[in-house]
C-alpha cells in the first residue's frame, strides 16, 4: 500500500468513527498550522481542537495561503465548546498570545467561525490582547470564498441544516445508542439486539430528517408513528406478544430520548435548558447604534440592517434560536431575552448564564 | 491530580472541590499543597505570585508563611471561594485571568512563582509561554515551583494509564475534557534557563514536584 493510500484510508477510517461519535470529544494538538505559504499579511484563522473540525477545515483550505491557530477547546466542536465554556473569551486570549502567530504576521485581525460568537466575547478579547476579532461564515467550506471577497453573504451567515448534516447527526445519535441498547439486549434476548437496533437506527435516520417538518404536535405524532411502524415490521416478521410489546415500548421510549435531544443537539429549536426553550428575543432600538454585530452572529438571520438609519430590525424573530449570540455581542446592550412573563432577562445575566456554564468565563475579567 | 476527570467536574463545582481532591488523591494532596508552600516561601515577606490559585487552599499556606501573595485565576467562581478564605487585606491581590496573561504583571518582582496543578491543564504551546514569561517575573535568585501530575516510567507509568481509563471516560461523558500529565515537568523548567534544585514525588510517582532557580 502506498504511503498516501495508507494516510487516505487511515482518515476516512476516522472521519467514519469520529462522525458515528462526534459527541465525545476527539482532541488535536493544539498550536499555530501553516495552510499552503502563507506570510506577514495572510489572514489568520481560529478554531477548536476538534479533530474532525480541523481535518476538514484544512482540506477545505486547500489552495488557500493562510494562517490556523487551533485552540485547546478540550477536543470538543465549535458549537458546543462556546456554548459550554470551553471556547471562551479565555481560551481565544490564551491561544492568541501563546501560539507565536503574533510574530509571524503583521496585522492583528482573527477570524473565528461564527458559531463560537455565543461563547466569545470579540470586544473583551480585543481589550485583553489587541485581537480584532471578525466572525466569519458558519461552515467552514465557505472559508475560501470568504477569504477571497473578504464579504460575509447573507447564505454564509445562516447555519444550514443539509441532508449531510442530518446524517451525520444521525449517526453521531444513532451509533452510541444502538451500541448500548443491542448491549443490553443481549443479555435479555440476544436475538431482539440486532432488530432494536435497527430500530434505533431507522428512528434517528427519520427524526434528524423529518421531525422538524411535522407541524406543531411533532412529539406525539412522531412516537404513534413510529410505535405503529415498530409494531407493523415485528408482526410481519411474525413476531410473538412479548416481542410486540417490547417492540412498541422501545420505540415510545428512543422517540422520547431523540426528540428530547433533538432540541439540545440541532438548530432547529434552541435553547438545551427547558426554560430556556421559552424565552423570546427581544430589541431596545432606543440603544441600537448600528454596529451590526448581532446581523454578523446572528445564525438564523434574525436581523435586517437598516443602513440608513444606522439600526438594525428584528425583522424575523420568529427563526431565533435563543443561541445568545447577538445578545452577548452587543455592545450597546441593545438586545436581550424575555421570559414567559414578559420580564426582562439582562444581557448581563445572559452573558454570565452563556459565558460560564462551567465556571470557567466571565465578561468582567478586571 | 489535576488531570482527574472528576476534578474537571469539581471544578465546575468549587464548594465541593477541595473534598473531591482530597479523595481522590486519598489524602496526598494535602502534603503536596504544605511541600508548594515550603518550597515557594523562604522567609515572610516574600512576594509570591500563584497561577492558578482556584479555591485557595495554596493561597492559605503561602499567606500563612508570611508571603505577599498575587493569586490569578480564570474562573470566578473559583476566585470567590478563595476570597472567603483569606483574609481581605494587602497581603493578598486577587486577579481573574489566563495565565497566558502573566505577562501583564511586573517584571523581576517575584520571589517566586507557584503553579500548582495547572500547568497539565495547559497545552504545551501554552505551559512554554507561561514557564517563560514566569521566569521574567523572577527577582534574581527566585525560583519557580511547579508541582503537577506526571507521568513516571516504567511500570508506574502503566499502572497509571489503567487506572485513568475509566477517569477519562467519566471525564469525556461529565465535561467532555481531560488534560493530560506532563512528561518531563523538570526538563520544562530546564529548558526556560531555570536550574533544577529540588523535586518529591507522591502517589507512586504520579504527582511531582520540581523547583527550578533563577540565577542570582
Ligand atoms: S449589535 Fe446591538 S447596537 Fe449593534 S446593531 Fe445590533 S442591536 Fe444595534
Ligand atoms: S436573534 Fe436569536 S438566533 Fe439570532 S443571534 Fe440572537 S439569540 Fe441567536
Same mark, same amino acid.
Given at each position: 500500500?502506498?504511503?498516501?493510500?495508507?494516510?487516505?484510508?487511515?482518515?476516512?477510517?476516522?472521519?467514519?468513527?469520529?462522525?458515528?461519535? $462526534?459527541?465525545?470529544?476527539?482532541?488535536?494538538?493544539?498550536?499555530?498550522?501553516?495552510?499552503?505559504?502563507?506570510?506577514? *499579511?495572510?489572514?489568520?484563522?481560529?478554531?477548536?481542537?476538534?479533530?474532525?473540525?480541523?481535518?476538514?477545515?484544512?482540506?477545505?483550505?486547500?489552495?488557500?495561503?493562510?494562517?490556523?491557530?487551533?485552540?485547546?477547546?478540550?477536543?470538543?466542536?465549535?458549537?458546543?465548546?462556546?456554548?459550554?465554556?470551553?471556547? *471562551?473569551?479565555?481560551?481565544?486570549?490564551?491561544?492568541?498570545? %501563546?501560539?507565536?502567530?503574533?510574530?509571524?504576521?503583521?496585522?492583528?485581525?482573527?477570524?473565528?467561525?461564527?458559531?463560537?460568537?455565543?461563547?466569545?466575547?470579540?470586544?473583551?478579547?480585543?481589550?485583553?490582547?489587541?485581537?480584532?476579532?471578525?466572525?466569519?461564515?458558519?461552515?467552514?467550506?465557505?472559508?475560501?470564498?470568504?477569504?477571497?471577497?473578504?464579504?460575509?453573504?447573507?447564505?454564509?451567515? $445562516?447555519?444550514?441544516?443539509?441532508?449531510?448534516?442530518?446524517?451525520?447527526?444521525?449517526?453521531?445519535?444513532?451509533?452510541?445508542?444502538?451500541?448500548?441498547?443491542?448491549?443490553?439486549?443481549?443479555?435479555?434476548?440476544?436475538?431482539?439486539?440486532?432488530?432494536?437496533?435497527?430500530?434505533?437506527?431507522?428512528?434517528?435516520?427519520?427524526?434528524?430528517?423529518?421531525?422538524?417538518?411535522?407541524?406543531?404536535?411533532?412529539?406525539?405524532?412522531?412516537?404513534?408513528?413510529?410505535?405503529?411502524?415498530?409494531?407493523?415490521?415485528?408482526?410481519?416478521?411474525?413476531?410473538?406478544?412479548?416481542?410486540?410489546?417490547?417492540?412498541?415500548?422501545?420505540?415510545?421510549?428512543?422517540?422520547?430520548?431523540?426528540?428530547?435531544?433533538?432540541?439540545?443537539? %440541532?438548530?432547529?429549536?434552541?435553547?438545551?435548558?427547558?426554560?430556556?426553550?421559552?424565552?423570546?428575543?427581544?430589541?431596545?432600538?432606543? $440603544?441600537?447604534?448600528?454596529?451590526?454585530?448581532?446581523?454578523?452572529?446572528?445564525?438564523?438571520?434574525?436581523?435586517?440592517?437598516?443602513? *440608513?438609519?444606522?439600526?438594525?430590525?428584528?425583522?424575523?424573530?420568529?427563526?431565533?434560536?435563543?443561541?445568545?449570540?447577538?445578545?452577548?455581542?452587543?455592545?450597546?446592550?441593545?438586545?436581550?431575552?424575555?421570559?414567559?412573563?414578559?420580564?426582562?432577562?439582562?444581557?448581563?445575566?445572559? $452573558?454570565?448564564?452563556?459565558?460560564?456554564?462551567?465556571?470557567?468565563? *466571565?465578561?468582567?475579567?478586571? | #491530580?489535576?488531570?482527574?476527570?472528576? #476534578?474537571?467536574?469539581?471544578?465546575?463545582?468549587?464548594?465541593?472541590?477541595?473534598?473531591? #481532591?482530597?479523595?481522590?488523591?486519598?489524602?496526598?494532596?494535602?502534603?503536596?499543597?504544605?511541600? /508548594?508552600?515550603?518550597?515557594?516561601?523562604?522567609?515572610?515577606?516574600?512576594?509570591?505570585?500563584?497561577?492558578? +490559585?482556584?479555591?485557595?487552599?495554596?493561597?492559605?499556606?503561602?499567606?500563612?508563611?508570611?508571603?505577599?501573595?498575587?493569586?490569578?485565576?480564570?474562573?470566578?467562581?473559583?476566585?470567590?471561594?478563595?476570597?472567603?478564605?483569606?483574609?481581605?487585606?494587602?497581603?493578598? /491581590?486577587?486577579?481573574?485571568?489566563?495565565?497566558?496573561?502573566?505577562?501583564?504583571?511586573?517584571? =523581576?518582582?517575584?520571589?517566586? /512563582?507557584?503553579? +500548582?496543578? +495547572?500547568?497539565?491543564? #495547559?497545552?504545551?504551546?501554552?505551559?512554554?509561554?507561561?514557564?517563560?514569561?514566569?521566569?521574567?517575573?523572577?527577582?534574581?535568585?527566585?525560583?519557580?515551583?511547579?508541582?503537577?501530575?506526571?507521568?513516571?516510567?516504567?511500570?508506574?507509568?502503566?499502572?497509571?494509564?489503567?487506572?485513568?481509563?475509566?477517569?477519562?471516560?467519566?471525564?469525556?461523558?461529565? /465535561?467532555? =475534557?481531560?488534560?493530560?500529565?506532563?512528561?518531563?515537568?523538570?526538563?520544562?523548567?530546564?529548558?526556560?534557563?531555570?536550574?533544577? =534544585?529540588?523535586?518529591?514525588?507522591?502517589?507512586?510517582?504520579?504527582?511531582?514536584?520540581?523547583?527550578?532557580?533563577?540565577?542570582?
Amino acid at each position: 500500500m502506498s504511503p498516501s493510500l495508507g494516510l487516505r484510508v487511515r482518515d476516512w477510517g476516522l472521519e467514519i468513527l469520529q462522525t458515528a461519535f $462526534r459527541l465525545l470529544p476527539w482532541p488535536t494538538e493544539p498550536g499555530l498550522r501553516s495552510i499552503g505559504t502563507p506570510d506577514e *499579511s495572510s489572514p489568520v484563522l481560529l478554531t477548536c481542537n476538534y479533530a474532525l473540525t480541523v481535518r476538514r477545515l484544512v482540506a477545505t483550505l486547500e489552495g488557500c495561503d493562510a494562517w490556523l491557530v487551533v485552540a485547546p477547546t478540550a477536543g470538543i466542536n465549535v458549537w458546543c465548546a462556546a456554548a459550554g465554556g470551553h471556547m *471562551s473569551t479565555h481560551q481565544i486570549v490564551s491561544a492568541l498570545k %501563546t501560539s507565536g502567530v503574533a510574530e509571524r504576521v503583521r496585522h492583528r485581525d482573527v477570524i473565528l467561525p461564527q458559531l463560537a460568537a455565543t461563547g466569545v466575547l470579540a470586544l473583551e478579547v480585543f481589550r485583553r490582547c489587541r485581537w480584532r476579532v471578525r466572525f466569519g461564515p458558519v461552515s467552514a467550506s465557505d472559508l475560501p470564498a470568504y477569504l477571497a471577497s473578504g464579504e460575509k453573504t447573507d447564505a454564509m451567515r $445562516r447555519i444550514r441544516f443539509s441532508l449531510r448534516d442530518r446524517l451525520e447527526m444521525a449517526a453521531s445519535w444513532a451509533a452510541p445508542t444502538a451500541l448500548v441498547v443491542g448491549g443490553g439486549a443481549l443479555f435479555i434476548r440476544p436475538e431482539w439486539a440486532l432488530p432494536l437496533m435497527g430500530l434505533v437506527v431507522a428512528m434517528a435516520v427519520l427524526v434528524f430528517n423529518v421531525y422538524d417538518r411535522l407541524g406543531p404536535r411533532r412529539k406525539t405524532t412522531f412516537a404513534l408513528g413510529a410505535s405503529v411502524a415498530a409494531l407493523a415490521v415485528t408482526w410481519l416478521a411474525g413476531g410473538a406478544a412479548a416481542a410486540l410489546a417490547t417492540a412498541a415500548i422501545a420505540a415510545c421510549f428512543v422517540s422520547a430520548l431523540l426528540t428530547y435531544d433533538y432540541t439540545g443537539s %440541532t438548530p432547529i429549536e434552541g435553547g438545551s435548558h427547558f426554560e430556556e426553550r421559552r424565552w423570546t428575543i427581544a430589541f431596545d432600538l432606543e $440603544r441600537c447604534d448600528g454596529i451590526f454585530r448581532c446581523w454578523e452572529v446572528c445564525p438564523e438571520a434574525c436581523f435586517e440592517k437598516l443602513e *440608513s438609519e444606522r439600526k438594525v430590525a428584528l425583522a424575523h424573530d420568529d427563526r431565533c434560536i435563543r443561541c445568545g449570540a447577538c445578545i452577548v455581542q452587543c455592545p450597546q446592550d441593545a438586545l436581550f431575552f424575555e421570559d414567559e412573563a414578559g420580564a426582562r432577562i439582562e444581557p448581563d445575566v445572559i $452573558r454570565k448564564y452563556k459565558l460560564n456554564l462551567l465556571g470557567r468565563r *466571565s465578561i468582567d475579567a478586571h | #491530580m489535576s488531570s482527574l476527570a472528576l #476534578m474537571r467536574w469539581l471544578e465546575g463545582r468549587p464548594e465541593r472541590y477541595d473534598a473531591g #481532591m482530597r479523595v481522590l488523591t486519598c489524602g496526598r494532596i494535602a502534603r503536596l499543597h504544605a511541600a /508548594v508552600a515550603e518550597a515557594a516561601v523562604r522567609s515572610a515577606g516574600d512576594h509570591v505570585l500563584e497561577i492558578g +490559585c482556584g479555591t485557595g487552599t495554596v493561597t492559605t499556606l503561602l499567606h500563612a508563611r508570611g508571603a505577599h501573595v498575587t493569586a490569578i485565576d480564570q474562573a470566578p467562581e473559583m476566585l470567590e471561594q478563595a476570597r472567603l478564605r483569606l483574609p481581605d487585606d494587602e497581603s493578598i /491581590v486577587w486577579i481573574e485571568q489566563t495565565a497566558a496573561e502573566i505577562d501583564r504583571l511586573p517584571p =523581576s518582582r517575584f520571589d517566586a /512563582v507557584v503553579l +500548582c496543578l +495547572c500547568l497539565s491543564d #495547559m497545552s504545551p504551546n501554552e505551559r512554554a509561554f507561561v514557564l517563560r514569561e514566569a521566569v521574567l517575573r523572577l527577582a534574581p535568585g527566585g525560583r519557580v515551583v511547579a508541582a503537577d501530575e506526571v507521568r513516571p516510567n516504567g511500570w508506574r507509568g502503566w499502572l497509571q494509564r489503567l487506572w485513568r481509563i475509566p477517569q477519562a471516560a467519566l471525564g469525556w461523558l461529565l /465535561v467532555g =475534557s481531560l488534560s493530560r500529565p506532563i512528561r518531563d515537568l523538570a526538563g520544562e523548567l530546564q529548558a526556560v534557563g531555570l536550574r533544577v =534544585s529540588g523535586a518529591g514525588t507522591w502517589l507512586l510517582g504520579t504527582l511531582e514536584l520540581v523547583v527550578g532557580e533563577r540565577e542570582p
